[in-house]
């Protein structure tokens, strides 16, 4: 392992665990194979079934036989615009995903760096847009009841409550009405 790590292959790969053994660099499949057999299980069913899904609808395949470590940022960008031609809201989860993918492996050191990195989430599709909900009477008593039944402090409890009949947003300024 000594040897192949010291003329510069990456000895998991190289002995068939993240790949098929012949290939002496890590392909973008690789790396989300891994990141689905040792990360993606430690997480909520939801979550494991939704990162499945982008994995198999998306990620697998895309860059096949390619080495993921040379992939231009170029390339990631065009194919991320493809798909968010007709997905513009999802591709912002798609290419976080990815990245919390390739970090992973990064921090297993199965790689050294990618492009993707180069890109910024913000030139990435669209964010999701925030809808405004007013909630009903009986949420508004259930949130009350599940705020005086919870273990936290007094003085905790209290704030949370006053943030009900006040209409205010904790952590963020409050909303303007036209009698302010």
């Not at 003329?7 to 194979?33: H, K, L, W, Y």
């Not at 912002?92 to 180069?118: Q, V, Y």
């Not at 599940?146 to 003085?155: G, P, Q």
């Amino acid at each position: 392992m000594m040897e192949l790590r010291e003329s510069g292959r990456n000895p998991e790969i190289a002995n068939g665990v993240g790949g098929s053994g012949e290939q002496d660099f890590v392909t973008s499949d690789d790396c989300i194979n891994y990141w689905l057999k040792h990360y993606v299980p430690t997480l909520n069913k939801g979550t494991q079934e939704l990162y499945r899904s982008f994995s198999r609808n998306y990620y697998l395949g895309a860059f096949p036989d390619r080495n993921v470590e040379t992939i231009p940022a170029r390339e990631w960008m065009q194919w991320l615009d493809d798909i968010g031609a007709d997905k513009p809201k999802t591709v912002n989860s798609i290419f976080t995903t990815l990245r919390a993918c390739l970090n992973f492996c990064k921090s297993k050191f199965i790689i050294d760096r990618t492009d993707l990195d180069r890109i910024k989430k913000q030139n990435v599709g669209m964010r999701p847009e925030n809808e405004s909900r007013v909630p009903t009477w009986s949420e508004l008593g259930q949130i009350w009841l599940a705020i005086e039944r919870s273990r936290a402090s007094t003085a905790n409890k209290t704030l949370h409550q006053l943030t009900i009949p006040f209409s205010c947003l904790l952590g963020q300024p409050p909303l303007r009405t036209s009698l302010s």
